[in-house]
């Protein structure tokens, strides 16, 4: 069956997701412009923290919506196809944003330790983090004018009064 409505399950993670990745986003690139301090590694770690949460929850995300598939808002047909390729990129973001993340901490062997769950880790590799903490950086900018398109093609149809954000609010 395809729905015609995101469930409330889907709308919560998307914007939880969201607010997260904002947050994380703003943190990350604050980090060069902060000092060696108490609370720039406190910063550091919740960021950790919070970023392997995000992975955990873009997994089960997308297995919700394996499992509850909505049925895209009908559009002009390239309109409609450049707005899936917009989400398939931004499902492969919120995946691979936070796993570079987590490979470079691992490979440098510098996960927090204060971590509330067990997370596996691998084996130190400089080269590897190293590369990792370039990817990571990227990825960085790419979510960021991915996120940018999203919303300024959102705010474009609120504009053209289709009721696209209404799908994604908590009142349909
Ligand atoms: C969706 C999740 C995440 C987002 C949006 C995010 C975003 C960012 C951004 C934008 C930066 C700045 C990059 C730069 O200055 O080049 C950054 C840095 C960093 N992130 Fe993340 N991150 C996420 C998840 C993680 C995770 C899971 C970890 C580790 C477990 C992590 C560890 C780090 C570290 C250590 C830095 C500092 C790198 C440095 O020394 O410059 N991040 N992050
Ligand atoms: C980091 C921030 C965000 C990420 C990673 C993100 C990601 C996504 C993804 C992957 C989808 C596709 C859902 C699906 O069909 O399975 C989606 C849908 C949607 N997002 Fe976002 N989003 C973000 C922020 C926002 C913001 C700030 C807004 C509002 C201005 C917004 C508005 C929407 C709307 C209205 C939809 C539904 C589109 C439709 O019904 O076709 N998103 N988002």
């Not at 550091?44 to 297995?63: P, S």
């Not at 990129?89 to 490979?103: E, K």
């Not at 991915?146 to 609120?158: D, P």
Request: proline letters at 4%; charged letters at 15%; glycine letters at 6%.
């Amino acid at each position: 069956m395809i729905y015609t409505t995101y469930s409330s399950l889907q709308k919560t993670l998307h914007w939880t997701i969201a607010i997260l990745i904002i947050g994380l986003w703003c943190a990350g690139f604050s980090f060069d412009y902060l000092a060696k301090s108490t609370f720039k590694s406190f910063l550091v770690n919740t960021h950790k923290t919070l970023g392997v949460i995000v992975l955990f929850m873009a997994f089960f995300r997308i297995i919700v919506r394996i499992k509850h598939p909505v049925k895209a808002f009908k559009l002009p047909k390239l309109i409609e196809f450049m707005g899936k390729l917009t989400h398939i990129i931004l499902y492969f973001l919120i995946v691979t944003m936070p796993l570079s993340g987590w490979l470079m901490a691992t490979a440098s062997q510098k996960m927090p330790s204060w971590f509330p769950i067990y997370i596996p880790g691998i084996s130190y590799s400089k080269s590897l983090s190293k590369s990792m903490h370039m990817i990571h950086g990227y990825l960085g900018y790419a979510i960021a004018f991915f996120v940018l398109l999203h919303v300024g093609a959102t705010l474009y149809h609120v504009w053209r009064k289709e009721p696209i954000l209404d799908r994604m609010l908590f009142r349909s």
